[in-house]
């Protein structure tokens, strides 16, 4: 059984945060994403009517997510309905090469439902304008700019399936459609208690100065074109704030080289490791090994390494560079801990190159990382 992560390892972590929502047992979110869904149905931004899906032909259940397994027909990688690990493009039960249900290992088979769908061709130009002023990194461009050479894709925003907040006649609302509502929402009512409507949601939204999305590359389909295209269905102006947005995106992180896996048991559980690890420490390491350009694999002894490496830092004893560059490597650290140039990998590498020759200035930069006030 996986034990669910909490506040206290959040706290362990040294993470903070102003806003934290419990989905689960949180009725009033529950009803927003309703309403607001609804709201955009009634709106017209999102339309409701016979969609092509795909069923299971064994048992005929709805296929999406991961009721199905196939390879990408972009990268042809592994994948699952929604988005491929491989290169972030969306996929679905149709597009899937050797598509198989997980339920029954069987193909799927055509099945039309009525369901509300977000057709993202009928937000390309405002989704252009976005992504024009939008700090992204060049790997996400080039995905934004295969997907418009192919067509942007109809999404689905609910299905009938057995998971998920529950929304018309018999449909549970899609999790990232879901996730993309939250987004809008969640900000909102943390900024005005009495938000109810997507007007209320988009005055809220007024502010906001500035949004930064920290994600892996498999979700970079719906942080980069999904949730910003209901946003702006919503209402929201092309910039959806008033001062920048940005994504920092992730490449996968292994251990040991294969992928984490809780049903494996092949993963570090944070409450066991921060029990017998310094967070700054930990924290420091992930952000020096973070897989920022490409993926990147922790193992038990390059932690230990850099564990004695950090330390020796924090102590003014581990070799750098010359007082006279020191500076210069301090400087580009700093700069590389602000979220539009952010890379948390070369601040830490300047700092302990520094370490040695201005100890107090490296020892707060690494702070910073390490979460110490």
């Known amino acids: 059984m996986v034990t669910p992560i909490t506040t206290a390892e959040f706290a362990a972590a040294r993470i903070r945060y102003d806003l934290m929502l419990r989905p689960m047992t949180d009725t009033g979110y529950q009803d927003a994403v309703?309403?607001?869904?609804?709201?955009?149905?009634?709106?017209?931004?999102?339309?409701?009517?016979?969609?092509?899906?795909?069923?299971?032909?064994?048992?005929?259940?709805?296929?999406?997510?991961?009721?199905?397994?196939?390879?990408?027909?972009?990268?042809?990688?592994?994948?699952?309905?929604?988005?491929?690990?491989?290169?972030?493009?969306?996929?679905?039960?149709?597009?899937?090469?050797?598509?198989?249900?997980?339920?029954?290992?069987?193909?799927?088979?055509?099945?039309?439902?009525?369901?509300?769908?977000?057709?993202?061709?009928?937000?390309?130009?405002?989704?252009?304008?976005?992504?024009?002023?939008?700090?992204?990194?060049?790997?996400?461009?080039?995905?934004?700019?295969?997907?418009?050479?192919?067509?942007?894709?109809?999404?689905?925003?609910?299905?009938?399936?057995?998971?998920?907040?529950?929304?018309?006649?018999?449909?549970?609302?899609?999790?990232?459609?879901?996730?993309a509502l939250a987004n809008l929402y969640a900000p909102a009512r943390h900024l005005d208690p009495g938000v109810r409507t997507l007007a209320d949601c988009v005055r809220a939204w007024r502010g906001i100065t500035e949004q930064w999305l920290f994600l892996g590359i498999d979700n970079a389909f719906y942080y980069a074109v999904l949730i910003p295209a209901l946003h702006l269905a919503a209402g929201l102006p092309a910039g959806l704030t008033t001062g920048p947005t940005g994504l920092v995106v992730n490449e996968f992180y292994r251990l040991t080289g294969s992928k984490f896996s809780t049903s494996r048991q092949h993963a570090i559980w944070a409450h066991e490791f921060l029990a017998t690890e310094d967070a700054g420490a930990v924290r420091a390491f992930v952000s020096w090994d973070r897989p920022d350009r490409y993926e990147s694999d922790f193992t038990p002894t390059a932690f230990a390494a850099f564990r004695e490496m950090f330390a020796q830092a924090l102590d003014g004893r581990l070799p750098g560079v010359p007082?006279?560059?020191?500076?210069?490597?301090?400087?580009?650290?700093?700069?590389?801990?602000?979220?539009?140039?952010?890379?948390?990998?070369?601040?830490?590498?300047?700092?302990?190159?520094?370490?040695?020759?201005?100890?107090?200035?490296?020892?707060?930069?690494?702070?910073?990382?390490?979460?110490?006030?």
């Open 34 to 179: 309703r309403r607001l869904l609804s709201e955009l149905v009634e709106a017209k931004a999102v339309e409701v009517g016979p969609f092509a899906l795909s069923g299971c032909g064994g048992c005929g259940r709805v296929l999406h997510h991961a009721r199905v397994c196939g390879l990408c027909p972009t990268c042809g990688a592994g994948a699952a309905g929604g988005t491929c690990e491989g290169c972030g493009g969306f996929c679905t039960a149709a597009t899937l090469r050797r598509a198989r249900s997980t339920c029954c290992d069987a193909e799927p088979v055509p099945v039309e439902h009525t369901v509300p769908v977000l057709r993202l061709e009928e937000h390309r130009d405002r989704l252009c304008e976005f992504w024009s002023r939008a700090v992204l990194p060049p790997r996400l461009r080039a995905l934004i700019a295969a997907m418009l050479d192919a067509g942007l894709p109809d999404v689905p925003l609910a299905y009938p399936t057995d998971w998920g907040i529950a929304w018309g006649d018999g449909l549970r609302v899609d999790v990232w459609a879901e996730m």
């Open 323 to 373: 007082a006279a560059l020191a500076d210069l490597e301090l400087q580009r650290a700093m700069d590389a801990l602000r979220p539009a140039t952010f890379d948390s990998a070369v601040a830490v590498r300047c700092a302990l190159a520094a370490a040695q020759a201005r100890p107090d200035r490296a020892r707060a930069v690494l702070g910073l990382v390490a979460g110490v006030d």
